[in-house]
């Protein structure tokens, strides 16, 4: 199975699942400076909606030839809040205080340099700080690490507070800075394989960008990040990383460059807007409508048909599980709703149509329960159900569970793009394929974040 199948993210679970922490730390953070109202932050709020123009109707996508921009997209790389980290950077560097880009620190070079939240600042390796927020900027094309991935563009760490039992332990965020057009690049190798065809990678880059940016465009302005680093929004290995066996390898090729360029700054629009570009691995024959995900979807997450994935792994799959460790497992989630059901006795499935989720009425033949397919993939494992398009059957008190596809199945197929272009459609047409009424366009904006960019490293 393809790397980037294992653990297949649903973009959804951005809007779906913000998980408590994070989504408390960007409130609790974002509220702290806004009542230091720093000018980074009068700046970012000040940000120019975007300009849009429709491409006019070419066939194929025309090489720019320009040089990549300087907006740029913040990654958070981690989950939940740091108490301490090793970063690392080759080149030599600059420290600053991230409000207000004054320098306040340099270095030939950080090995293996612990950053830990102190109670006057943070600490960076050497680097006593009486700071609450810096960038860690390293100097001409040097790259950052944490992770064992190592990133274009800086690093900004912001010191906040978590609780720890009844206490408030110091800690921090850490938040990678990157070019737009660089964040394309590496998240087109790192979401889809290098075997793929060329106008497949070049639907992944105009899909992933226009993700990013309608990110961008929907988090709060005193958020201090637009996407995660993992398939919880995109998955992002930066410019190297360093796999399972040790090895330091590109988690961004000449060939992901060379995608981000040919489709440099195209996005997608819907009714003029440019809206999150949800995307899974393998819809396994028809795409769902993006209603399943969320109300606010935009109209052009429309189910389509797929013909392109249809040699995919897990385009079809089954499961097995006892009866009984079902129930056991909803009743874990929900005591209150499934206590009543003393055992299975049989199961009905309602799918208003084929783009749509199937619910499920489960009944002992005097009470019932009714759950959707999401709910319950969410009970049994969303890497036990690969996807939330299945029927369930009950026999010899065994639920065998016949599914479809991989991911949440909304938007763009990835296997699908594969199949698309390889019978010979071309980027635009196919993620007009899986966006229907969506137009491709250039999109032209002040820096996403003005107040730094000219002092990320660009490429
Ligand atoms: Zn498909």
Known sequence: MPAHMQGRRDSSGVVLLIIPGLFLLALFVGLQQLRSRSPELRQLAEVDAPRIRTI???SSLAPSGSRYSPQTIRVVLHEGLLSTATIECATPYVIQEATTSRPIAQGANLRSAEVEAIPTGLRVGPHLLDFTAIRIVPQGSGLIGFGGNFYRGS?????????????????????????????????????????FPLEARDAQAIVA???????????????????????????????????????????????????????????????????????????????????????????????????????APLYRWQVQLPAEQMLARLSEVSPAST???????????????????PQFTLTDGRHFQQISSTDLRRVLGTKELPSPQFSLRLANHQIEIEGQGSGHCVGFCQYGAKGLAESGMNARGIVQHYYPGAEVSRYQSQPLHAAEAPNVASR
């Open 56 to 58: 006019s109707g070419t």
């Open 155 to 195: 690093f900004t760490i912001h010191r906040t507070r978590s609780e720890d039992g009844l206490k408030l332990r110091p800690s921090f965020s850490l938040v990678n800075h990157v070019p737009l057009e660089s964040y394309v690049a590496s998240v087109v190798d790192s979401e889809m394989p290098a075997t």
């Open 209 to 311: 960008r226009t993700y990013a940016i309608a990110r961008h465009k929907m988090v709060a302005p005193s958020a201090l990040f637009d996407v995660y680093g993992s398939t919880r929004s995109q998955k992002y290995l930066g410019a190297e990383y360093i796999d399972a066996k040790g090895r330091r390898l590109k988690g961004e090729t000449p060939a992901g460059v060379a995608a981000a360029q040919r489709t440099e700054q195209l996005v997608l629009t819907c009714q003029g807007q440019i809206f999150t570009s949800y995307y899974s691995a393998v819809c396994g024959g028809r795409t769902l409508d993006g209603s399943t995900m969320s109300q606010r979807t935009a109209p052009c997450l429309k189910s389509v048909t797929c013909d392109g994935c249809r040699n």
């Open 339 to 357: 206590s009543n059901l003393a055992s299975l006795m049989t199961i009905r499935m309602r799918q208003e149509d084929a783009g749509r989720l």
